[in-house]
Structures are given as C-alpha cells and as structure tokens.
C-alpha cells in the first residue's frame, strides 16, 4: 500500500507560481510511474503531467506544457509540480497518483492522494 499526500494548492493570482508536493509513504515511490491529475467543477479528471520510474522523461497535457514542470525526488519520496504563468483554467483539485504499470492513464492508476485545491484569480 502507498499512501499520497498532496500540498501546496492555494490561492493565486493570475500570472503568478505555486509548488504542489505529493509526499509517499508505505512503499519507496522509486517502483511507481506518478502523475498529476486535476479536476475542475463539473468536469472530468485529466492528465496534467507524468514522469518515469527515473525521472528522465516527463509528459505532459497541451494546456500545461512550458508552463508546468514535473520532478520527481525518490529519496525523498515526493512528486513536484511546478505551475508558472498560471490562468483561470488551471484552477481545479490537483491529484497525485502512482502506477505500478507503465500508464499513465486516470484508470489505470493504482493509488492516489486526497487532492490540493489550486484557485487563480484574476
């Protein structure tokens, strides 16, 4: 079993960066592909971005690339999330989420946090 915690999510102004961390706990995240995942209201959860088991290659969904980065440090046992240059529809509860597998697909992931609520005024 894998416990996800997630952090950093607040309130922001448009423009402005936030740092969302995902803390693990149970198993060494190392073995796991992770993902962040975000769901705005009444909408369905989507991708957002995701990192190998190294953290050498990263993916991540249009609407975020060159604004969001994803690391990922496994001695720590945490996923990041770094948003810059954030607008109105960034904001939704950001998930993270481990597989066991190598998809990143919402349903075929195996674990997942609570979620961080992230809201972007202008």
């Known amino acids: 079993q894998v416990q996800l915690v997630e952090s950093g999510g607040g309130l922001v102004q448009a423009g402005g960066s936030l740092r969302l961390s995902c803390a693990a706990s149970g198993r060494t995240v190392s073995v796991f592909v992770m993902g962040w995942f975000r769901q705005a209201p009444g909408k369905e959860r989507e991708f957002v971005a995701g990192?190998?088991?190294?953290?050498?290659?990263?993916y991540y969904a249009d609407s975020v690339k060159d604004r969001f980065t994803i690391y990922r440090d496994n001695a720590k046992n945490t996923l990041y999330l770094q948003m810059n240059s954030l607008n109105s529809e960034d904001t939704a509860i950001y998930y993270c989420a481990a597989n066991g597998g190598s998809s990143y697909r919402l349903e075929h992931m195996d674990y997942w946090g609570k979620g961080t609520q992230v809201t972007v005024y202008t």
């Open positions: 990192i190998r088991r190294s953290g050498d290659i990263t």
